[in-house]
C-alpha cells in the first residue's frame, strides 16, 4: 500500500505512527518539549477506530507503571516524556527490564539538570544507554534524526522490544520533536491479536499461572537471572547495531554524533572539506547496542574523532572504549539548550587536531 | 493399623467438611503464625473458585508482607513496584476489560507511598477491586511506623509511641476514597472472627459483581492485626485490635450503592 505523504512535528509523527503501527495503549503525562505526543493522540481518539487506550495519568510514575501492567499482558504499549519526566519514570523502567517486558519510552530530551531548560540537548545519554534506574540492566536505545525516523522508528521499536522481550527507548531530542519536515506514513496497521504464552492474561486450564515479577529472594536464582539478561544484552550487541556513515571513505578525520548533532555535522563535514580537510562522519542510529566495532575499524583509518553531542560529553566516553587508544579523541558540544552550529564543530576540529 | 485404617473410613467426600480450596496453590504461607493475610488469601481464593474466575482473574500484588501472593493464589500475577499497583491494575483493566482485576496491598503501599496512585485510579473511577488490608504497621521490614498507624502506638521508628505532632496524623485513606465520585462500593471489614469472615466475604463477592457490571472503583479495607510487629501474642493482637484499631478505624461500609 502506498505511504501517506504529510508535513508534520516529529512529536506529532511518533504519535501517528503509533496509531498506525497498532499500538494498543499510549500511557502519558505531559512535559515540554513533547506534549503534543498526547495531544494528537487525544485529538485523534483511537479508541473510536483502532481500539487503542489512550490515558492521560496523574504523573509519569503512574503513566510507566501502567505502561508495565500493559506490556505484562502481551499488548504494545508506549509512554513518552521529557528528561525530568524519564527520570521519574526510572524505577518503573527497570521493573520493566527486570521483568523482560516490551514497551517503548519515548525521550524528547530537553536540558539538565534538574529542571533545567525546555530546549533541546542531548544530555540524558548516559540515564539512557547505562541504564538509568537501579540494578544491572540496558534498555535498546534508538536515536532518530529526523520527522521520518521518529515515524519510522515506533514500528523497529515494538519489532525489537517483542523480539528481546526488553524495553526500548527511542531517544529524540527538543529540535527532532519540535521542528517539521515531510514524512511518509505507513498503512494502518491492525491491532494485534496474539496472545503470548509468558503473558497474564488470565489463566486457562491448559497452562500454568503466569507470573510477572522482576523479584527473586534466591540469591542463586537472581543470579542466574543476572546472567541470562547478559547473554541477552550480549546478543543484541552482535544482531542490532545500526548506524549511518557520511563521507568516510577517504576521511582522515571523523565525526561520531547522533540525532541533532549528526544533522549538524553533516553540515561541517561538508565545510570541512572546502577548506580541504577530509572529514566523515559516523552515525550511531542505535545508541545501544553501540557501534563499537566499526568505530574501532574506523581508528585503523583516520587520525583522530570528534565526539559531537549536546552535553558535557557523554557518548564520547563510549567513543574512547571504542577506539580503545589507538587514536585521539575528544569532545565538542554545547549545553543548556543551546544547538551546536557546523562552524563551532569545524572551528573545533582544526585546534584540536590541524593547530590553528 | 484399626486406628488409620478408622481415618481412611472417614476420609470420604459425603464426609467432607473444610478443604483447601483449589485455587490455593501447595506453597507454604510465609506469614506469621496468627496473621490475617492468609485469612484474607483464603476467603479471596475461595471467591476466585467459587465465582468462576481463575481464567478471568489478574492479579497485582505489592511490595510489603504479602509481596509473595503470586505464590499463593492459581492466577495470573503480576508485581507491581511499592505503590503502583492501581496503576498497574488500570492498564490491564483498559486493555483487557473483559478480565477480573484487583490489586491487594497493604497499607504502606497503598496510604503512603502510593497515594497518589491510590486517589486517582479510584477517582476516575477504574472498573477494579482494591483489597486493602490496614495492619496499621510495616511489616516486612520489621515493624516501621505506617501511615495508619494509630497516635501513640510504638513502632521501631516511632519508639516512644507515635506522636502526630511531628509524625502527622494515622490517614483514613478509605474514608478519603469513600469521599471520590469513581469509587462505587467502599467498605471496612476484618477477618478476625467467624462472623466477620463471612462478612468481608460478602463484600468481596459483591466487589466481584460491580466489575462485571462494570461499576467503577471497589475498595475493601481488611482491618487486620501483626503480631509480630505489635509484638503480642495473636489472641492479644486480635484483642488489641478490637479495643484499638476498631474505634479510629470503624468496620462497615462507608459507600455503598444505591440498589
Redesign the interface.
Known sequence: MKKELRLMKGNEAVAEAAIRAGV??Y?GYPITPQTEIIEYLMEANPAETTGM?V?Q???E???I??????A??G?K?MTSSSSPGISLKQ??IT?IAG?ELPCLIVNVVRGGPGLGTIQPAQSDYFQATKGGGHGDYHLIVLAPASVQEMADFVDLSFELAFKYRNPVMMLSDGAIGQMMEKVYLSPQKERSKTIYDWA??????TRE???????DLDPNGQELFNLKLIAKYNLIRENEVRYEEFQIEDAEYLLVAYGTSARVCQKSVQLAREEGIKLGLLRPITLFPFPSKRINELANRVKGMLSVEMSAGQMVEDVLLSVNGKVPVFHFGRMGGIVTTPEEVVECLKSKFIGG | MAVVTGIKEIIKPENLVYKKTNIMTENILSYCPGCGHGTAHRILAEIIEEEGL?????G?SPVGCS??L?NYL????????HG?AP??????K???PE??VFTYQGDGDLAAIGT??TI?ACNRGENIMIIFINNGIYGMTGGQMAPTTLPGMKSSTSPYGRDVKTMGNPLKMTDIVATLPGSYYVTRQSVHTPANVKKTKKAIRKAVRYQKLDKGTCLIEIVSNCPSGWKMTPVQSNKWMEENMFPYYPLGDLKTPVE
Not at chain 2, 481463575?54 to 489478574?58: D, F, K, R
Not at chain 2, 492459581?74 to 513496584?81: G, L, S, T
Open positions: 494498543d495503549g500511557f487506550i490515558l495519568a496523574e504523573s510514575i503512574a503513566a507503571n501502567m505502561v508495565y501492567g500493559g505484562a499482558c499488548k504499549v524505577e518503573g521493573y521483568a497474564t492474561t488470565g489463566k486457562p486450564a499461572r503466569n507470573i510477572i515479577t522482576s523479584l | 481463575q481464567s478471568e482473574a489478574i497485582v509481596v509473595l503470586y492459581d492466577i495470573d500475577w503480576q508485581e507491581a513496584a503502583r496503576a498497574v491494575a488500570t492498564a490491564i483498559r486493555l483487557m478480565k477480573f497518589a496512585e486517582h
